[in-house]
């Protein structure tokens, strides 16, 4: 090859290559270019889903856009029916659970749905090689049967009054879904369902797009078109909101303060079950004398924190159950009173050390707060909680770290946990507080354990009545006054700024984790644009 | 030449080898726990039994030579196994994204030869006059400017300050398909951010390389012939001072590479770089090994291109002894 042809070769090779880049690229063109329209709504969300197969746990608190539940929440979280007929009939023991599916529902590819997809669902989560983190959520569950194509029996294993909860989630399409590879396979990304939108587009770290589906059994929806963009950073978010790129965001509550003038946009703060709170380790020396613990309990200033750390969206906890919750006990408020901190502490032997420290028997009031790092919401409530404690005389140092090096200190030291799921007070109060979880994994993290709270957990669960139910989680918040497991701060509300151009625009009591289900569109498909 | 690139095919091996195996160990050294970073929040709630169950599912157990020795075995039979991350098969998330990337480098590449060849002669013409003054102090300060500054700089200006250009993304917010008109102005951004950061490179070599050659005795002869300058500049000095940069544009591919991986995190380009972050943060082995072996192969690549570009241009050059 001489030079002259080689260089041809060479620059024909470059050529090629650029060619060959471009055309990889060439993805599917067409469409305005630009969604924009009046029945089209964009919002930004800070995080992005793993998957959007309901086998591997997308949207399994209910809400989800492309799918359904048996059950769904109205804006007040009751139970309501989805795609089954009704709520489901419940057996006088509590271990059988009837449900009659509509009829007529289609999935987005127009095959029907049946009692085989509900089957298919359940059985595929339970199955121990579907990589599915929330499994244990449906441990109370033996077994599910179709009887015929329209009746679906679940069998529990023992009686659980908070089972109806767990049906809100998403149903799969078996006939979709079940010949691919659950934990890799498409669906993951190209989900199929029964729900109000079907997903058009889903551009990794960038957005997921929706079409209203005009099959939806519930009516087709109004707003036509729905994108939610992948924006991580809430400064960046803030501003495509402010240039009118984004029709709504979640932010935090200094930054939505700062749209608060604007008249063309609304402010939504949602309530949550969104709980941060100290675990309180049983096997530490410290955190494991029930004194140290009631005078912690009384010697934070939960309203100070809402105030400065929270601006004012949020509310006091005094344990999972938010104060305005139907669930709550009356009375288990504990107001901040450092007097009768400093009491117990003096009553119980803890004397006044040098540096302000008390001591008992050698041992000083002293233990470690771990949070994880970079999450600046958790760091505020450490160094306030710290702060706190330091008036009575009790020194917590705080100290940041990722989960892998926390994990394995959790059994001696404190850690500034974070959680709540708003349906049933089952959910977190039993994950919480039950001896038998102590340790396992992250449910009960501080090894509480207290004979009258595991029994009155076990009770509400067998009981189906819902007096019988209070009077036990009464009981249980009363008993986590008297012998705290936690401190328990504040509940966080998650604020949202919306363009105010729509009506029906509510928010729902919201759960820690933010599913793409949670914030004001969690009913989008009910809005209608203001004339 | 054929020789050459059969030789340097059988050095790869090795390489690959080295490099994955290597992958495999920093990754097994980190203290971040595969089966936490895929259960995410859902694993704040999971029971044990739960989690060992995924660790199970996941083939994370054992030790990390295990591990690599079933990927490696796996892939040469190429399956490349199932990104835990993104829960896709390895192969269609590099199929999905690496078609972004090759764009993106390409025209910014294209752009930082061309550009840098232009104003690399422009300076050597009349080295230490105005215009080579500002070109190579210009050049200098880019040397020293971080892409992903130079991208938070071009936002700030053209995006939010002046508002012409989109910030970030593929296509607008609001659509999801991408036609060729929106490709262009969401690409312009981070194209021109990443070929500025390879120019200044280019135009230092070629300005000196051109500026040499000027002095160099084929020119002064070329000059005495009374040749046109034109034909001086482009057919003599310009050949010969643009070996130094056949070079360099081999080189330059891990920079390049580097580069992308910024500025595609900047612009949220959805390319292979920002599914590298991810997998590197999750510490999702089949991904990163795949992801660094094409890393490797790209810088491989272009050292023999560069090379072969060199024997081409010089036939002095003997490609039997490189």
Same mark, same amino acid.
């Given at each position: 090859?001489?030079?002259?042809?080689?260089?041809?070769?060479?620059?024909?090779?470059?050529?090629?290559?650029?060619?060959?880049?471009?055309?990889?690229?060439?993805?599917?063109?067409?469409?305005?270019?630009?969604?924009?329209?009046? *029945?089209? +709504?964009?919002?930004?969300? &800070?995080?992005?889903? @793993? #998957?959007?197969?309901?086998? =591997?746990? $997308?949207?399994?608190?209910?809400?989800?856009?492309?799918?359904?539940?048996?059950?769904?929440?109205?804006?007040?979280?009751?139970?309501?029916?989805?795609?089954?007929?009704?709520?489901?009939?419940?057996?006088?023991?509590?271990?059988?659970?009837?449900?009659?599916?509509?009829?007529?529902?289609?999935?987005?590819?127009?095959?029907?749905?049946?009692?085989?997809?509900?089957?298919?669902?359940?059985?595929?989560?339970?199955?121990?090689?579907?990589?599915?983190?929330?499994?244990?959520?449906? *441990?109370? +569950?033996?077994?599910?049967? &179709?009887?015929?194509? @329209? #009746?679906?029996?679940?069998? =529990?294993? $023992?009686?659980?009054?908070?089972?109806?909860?767990?049906?809100?989630?998403?149903?799969?399409?078996?006939?979709?879904?079940?010949?691919?590879?659950?934990?890799?396979?498409?669906?993951?990304?190209?989900?199929?369902?029964?729900?109000?939108?079907?997903?058009?587009?889903?551009?990794?770290?960038?957005?997921?797009?929706?079409?209203?589906?005009?099959?939806?059994?519930?009516?087709?929806?109004?707003?036509?078109?729905?994108?939610?963009?992948?924006?991580?950073?809430?400064?960046?978010?803030?501003?495509? +909101?402010?240039?009118?790129?984004?029709?709504?965001?979640?932010?935090?509550?200094?930054?939505?303060?700062?749209?608060?003038?604007?008249?063309?946009?609304?402010?939504?703060?949602?309530?949550?079950?969104?709980?941060?709170?100290?675990?309180?380790?049983?096997?530490?020396?410290?955190?494991?004398?029930?004194?140290?613990?009631?005078?912690?309990?009384?010697?934070?200033?939960?309203?100070?924190?809402?105030?400065?750390?929270?601006?004012?969206?949020?509310?006091?906890?005094?344990?999972?159950?938010?104060?305005?919750?139907?669930?709550?006990?009356?009375?288990?408020?504990?107001?901040?009173?450092?007097?009768?901190?400093?009491?117990?502490?003096?009553?119980?032997?803890?004397?006044?050390?040098?540096?302000?420290?008390?001591?008992?028997?050698?041992?000083?009031?002293?233990?470690?707060?771990?949070?994880?790092?970079?999450?600046?919401?958790?760091?505020?409530?450490?160094?306030?909680?710290?702060?706190?404690?330091?008036?009575?005389?009790?020194?917590?140092?705080?100290?940041?770290?990722?989960?892998?090096?926390?994990?394995?200190?959790?059994?001696?030291?404190?850690?500034?946990?974070?959680?709540?799921?708003?349906?049933?007070?089952?959910?977190?109060?039993?994950?919480?507080?039950?001896?038998?979880?102590?340790?396992?994994?992250?449910?009960?993290?501080?090894?509480?354990?207290?004979?009258?709270?595991?029994?009155?957990?076990?009770?509400?669960?067998?009981?189906?009545?819902?007096?019988?139910?209070?009077?036990?989680?009464?009981?249980?918040?009363?008993?986590?006054?008297?012998?705290?497991?936690?401190?328990?701060?504040?509940?966080?509300?998650?604020?949202?700024?919306?363009?105010?151009?729509?009506?029906?625009?509510?928010?729902?009591?919201?759960?820690?984790?933010?599913?793409?289900?949670?914030?004001?569109?969690?009913?989008?498909?009910?809005?209608?644009?203001?004339? | 030449?054929?020789?050459?690139?059969?030789?340097?095919?059988?050095?790869?091996?090795?390489?690959?080898?080295?490099?994955?195996?290597?992958?495999?160990?920093?990754?097994?050294?980190?203290?971040?726990?595969?089966?936490?970073?895929?259960?995410?929040?859902?694993?704040?709630?999971?029971?044990?039994?739960?989690?060992?169950?995924?660790?199970?599912?996941?083939?994370?157990?054992?030790?990390?030579?295990?591990?690599?020795?079933?990927?490696?075995?796996?892939?040469?039979?190429?399956?490349?196994?199932?990104?835990?991350?993104?829960?896709?098969?390895?192969?269609?998330?590099?199929?999905?994204?690496?078609?972004?990337?090759?764009?993106?480098?390409?025209?910014?590449?294209?752009?930082?030869?061309?550009?840098?060849?232009?104003?690399?002669?422009?300076?050597?013409?009349?080295?230490?006059?105005?215009?080579?003054?500002?070109?190579?102090?210009?050049?200098?300060?880019?040397?020293?400017?971080?892409?992903?500054?130079?991208?938070?700089?071009?936002?700030?200006?053209?995006?939010?300050?002046?508002?012409?250009?989109?910030?970030?993304?593929?296509?607008?917010?609001?659509?999801?398909?991408?036609?060729?008109?929106?490709?262009?102005?969401?690409?312009?951004?981070?194209?021109?951010?990443?070929?500025?950061?390879?120019?200044?490179?280019?135009?230092?070599?070629?300005?000196?390389?051109?500026?040499?050659?000027?002095?160099?005795?084929?020119?002064?002869?070329?000059?005495?012939?009374?040749?046109?300058?034109?034909?001086?500049?482009?057919?003599?000095?310009?050949?010969?001072?643009?070996?130094?940069?056949?070079?360099?544009?081999?080189?330059?591919?891990?920079?390049?590479?580097?580069?992308?991986?910024?500025?595609?995190?900047?612009?949220?380009?959805?390319?292979?770089?920002?599914?590298?972050?991810?997998?590197?943060?999750?510490?999702?082995?089949?991904?990163?090994?795949?992801?660094?072996?094409?890393?490797?192969?790209?810088?491989?690549?272009?050292?023999?291109?560069?090379?072969?570009?060199?024997?081409?241009?010089?036939?002095?050059?003997?490609?039997?002894?490189?």
């Amino acid at each position: 090859m001489t030079a002259r042809t080689g260089r041809r070769a060479a620059a024909l090779a470059a050529a090629g290559a650029v060619l060959a880049g471009a055309a990889a690229c060439s993805a599917p063109s067409g469409g305005d270019g630009n969604g924009k329209g009046t *029945d089209s +709504l964009v919002v930004g969300i &800070a995080q992005e889903p @793993d #998957t959007l197969s309901p086998l =591997l746990g $997308y949207g399994k608190d209910g809400n989800s856009k492309i799918f359904d539940g048996l059950l769904r929440h109205d804006a007040a979280m009751k139970l309501q029916p989805a795609l089954a007929r009704e709520l489901p009939e419940v057996s006088d023991d509590g271990k059988t659970y009837t449900y009659t599916l509509r009829d007529g529902v289609r999935f987005s590819d127009g095959k029907p749905f049946t009692a085989a997809d509900v089957v298919f669902t359940y059985e595929t989560i339970l199955d121990s090689k579907t990589n599915n983190p929330s499994r244990g959520e449906l *441990d109370a +569950l033996k077994s599910v049967t &179709a009887k015929g194509k @329209d #009746t679906v029996v679940f069998t =529990l294993k $023992y009686p659980y009054a908070a089972f109806a909860e767990r049906t809100v989630l998403p149903i799969a399409s078996r006939a979709v879904a079940g010949k691919q590879d659950i934990n890799t396979g498409a669906y993951n990304t190209k989900p199929i369902g029964t729900g109000p939108y079907t997903l058009t587009n889903w551009s990794k770290g960038e957005k997921l797009t929706f079409q209203a589906n005009p099959r939806y059994w519930g009516g087709e929806p109004e707003v036509k078109k729905f994108t939610m963009a992948v924006i991580k950073d809430d400064d960046v978010r803030a501003t495509r +909101l402010r240039t009118g790129d984004l029709d709504g965001a979640i932010l935090p509550p200094n930054l939505a303060r700062t749209f608060g003038r604007d008249s063309g946009k609304k402010t939504l703060n949602a309530k949550t079950n969104d709980f941060r709170g100290v675990t309180l380790p049983t096997e530490n020396k410290v955190t494991g004398d029930k004194a140290i613990r009631r005078a912690l309990d009384i010697a934070v200033n939960r309203t100070a924190m809402v105030d400065k750390i929270l601006d004012g969206a949020g509310q006091a906890a005094y344990g999972p159950v938010p104060t305005d919750s139907p669930w709550f006990a009356k009375g288990t408020e504990r107001p901040y009173d450092l007097d009768a901190a400093r009491k117990i502490l003096d009553d119980a032997g803890w004397k006044p050390g040098k540096n302000g420290v008390r001591v008992k028997d050698g041992q000083q009031a002293g233990f470690t707060l771990f949070y994880p790092s970079g999450d600046k919401l958790r760091q505020e409530h450490a160094l306030a909680f710290a702060s706190d404690a330091k008036q009575a005389g009790i020194k917590v140092t705080v100290n940041s770290a990722s989960w892998e090096i926390i994990e394995p200190a959790m059994k001696h030291d404190a850690v500034l946990a974070g959680g709540g799921n708003p349906a049933d007070p089952d959910f977190d109060l039993y994950n919480l507080l039950h001896s038998s979880l102590a340790g396992d994994g992250f449910n009960n993290m501080a090894r509480y354990a207290n004979k009258a709270v595991d029994q009155q957990l076990e009770q509400a669960r067998r009981t189906n009545t819902g007096s019988e139910r209070k009077a036990a989680y009464d009981t249980v918040q009363k008993e986590l006054r008297d012998d705290p497991g936690y401190v328990f701060l504040t509940h966080v509300d998650h604020v949202y700024v919306m363009n105010d151009s729509w009506k029906n625009v509510t928010t729902q009591v919201e759960p820690h984790d933010h599913g793409l289900g949670a914030g004001p569109w969690w009913n989008v498909e009910d809005w209608q644009r203001k004339k | 030449m054929a020789r050459l690139t059969g030789r340097r095919l059988l050095a790869a091996v090795p390489v690959l080898a080295a490099v994955t195996f290597g992958v495999f160990a920093v990754a097994a050294a980190s203290p971040f726990d595969p089966v936490r970073q895929y259960a995410g929040t859902a694993g704040l709630t999971a029971s044990q039994q739960t989690l060992d169950q995924l660790r199970d599912n996941l083939g994370v157990g054992g030790s990390f030579a295990g591990r690599w020795w079933r990927w490696l075995t796996a892939a040469l039979t190429g399956d490349l196994g199932d990104s835990a991350s993104l829960r896709q098969p390895v192969a269609q998330v590099i199929a999905e994204r690496i078609g972004w990337s090759v764009l993106l480098c390409a025209v910014a590449f294209t752009v930082a030869v061309l550009l840098g060849t232009l104003l690399g002669v422009a300076a050597a013409r009349r080295q230490g006059g105005l215009l080579d003054r500002c070109v190579t102090s210009v050049a200098y300060a880019l040397e020293a400017a971080p892409p992903f500054w130079l991208g938070l700089l071009a936002i700030w200006l053209f995006a939010l300050h002046l508002g012409v250009l989109p910030a970030g993304g593929l296509s607008d917010t609001g659509s999801d398909t991408v036609t060729a008109g929106s490709l262009i102005e969401h690409l312009t951004l981070p194209a021109a951010v990443l070929a500025l950061s390879q120019l200044p490179w280019f135009v230092l070599y070629v300005r000196q390389g051109v500026g040499d050659a000027l002095h160099e005795d084929p020119v002064r002869g070329a000059r005495s012939r009374g040749l046109s300058e034109r034909t001086v500049l482009l057919g003599h000095a310009l050949r010969s001072g643009l070996l130094p940069v056949l070079t360099l544009i081999g080189s330059r591919v891990p920079e390049l590479i580097t580069g992308a991986l910024l500025v595609e995190t900047v612009f949220s380009w959805p390319g292979i770089a920002s599914a590298t972050v991810q997998a590197a943060t999750a510490t999702d082995f089949p991904l990163l090994a795949a992801l660094t072996v094409l890393a490797t192969l790209a810088v491989l690549a272009g050292n023999l291109l560069a090379d072969l570009l060199y024997g081409l241009a010089d036939p002095r050059v003997a490609l039997e002894e490189m």
